[in-house]
């Protein structure tokens, strides 16, 4: 009888912590587009953060939403264009720089962020609900970013790599 193999990311504990988390958000992931396919909705869960912005805030450029979510401007312009192929979002120059795109939800996506407003409430319901199972993982993950911004694991490494030679 073949030996189950063991879960080499999960023996590896904090060593492998980027697997790990890499690992749990495909699987979120993969769980939210369960969600929206089991209800016919084409949506991708990696839309999430610019479309609820542009519902919240309205019209803003790239750069802006880069910044108010925390993501690369390259990550941003990725997903604008996707969106745009979409049909969820418009995307023009501003008139005060042409280097800037201004996005805003097109008419289908102001109609698409009505319908799955509710949803999106179910989400953030079971969000909590599974934090709150897990003791807290956000308060833990936000020590893990403000941990990071002390000092990068870029550094961390190159400290480690120095202390040995």
Do not use: C
């Not at 396919?37 to 949506?43: D, E, H, L, N, Q």
């Not at 790239?62 to 690369?72: E, F, K, P, T």
């Not at 599974?130 to 970013?145: N, S």
């Amino acid at each position: 009888m073949e030996e189950p193999m063991k879960d080499y990311v999960a023996e590896m504990g904090g060593a492998a912590l980027g697997a790990r988390l890499r690992r749990l958000s495909a699987a979120i992931d993969a769980d939210a587009s369960r969600v929206y396919a089991s209800r016919g909705v084409r949506f991708e869960q990696r839309w999430f953060g610019v479309i609820n912005q542009l519902a919240l805030a309205g019209p803003l450029s790239v750069r802006q939403l880069a910044d108010v979510l925390g993501i690369s401007h390259a990550s941003v312009s990725e997903t604008r264009q996707s969106l745009e192929r979409a049909g969820l979002i418009t995307s023009e120059a501003d008139p005060g720089d042409a280097r800037r795109r201004v996005l805003a939800l097109s008419p289908s996506g102001g109609a698409l962020v009505a319908q799955l407003r509710s949803l999106w409430d179910a989400f953030d319901e079971a969000a909590r609900a599974l934090d709150a199972e897990a003791g807290g993982v956000t308060e833990a993950l936000a020590r893990l970013e403000e941990a990071l911004a002390r000092k990068s694991l870029f550094e961390r490494i190159a400290d480690s790599a120095a202390s040995r030679t």
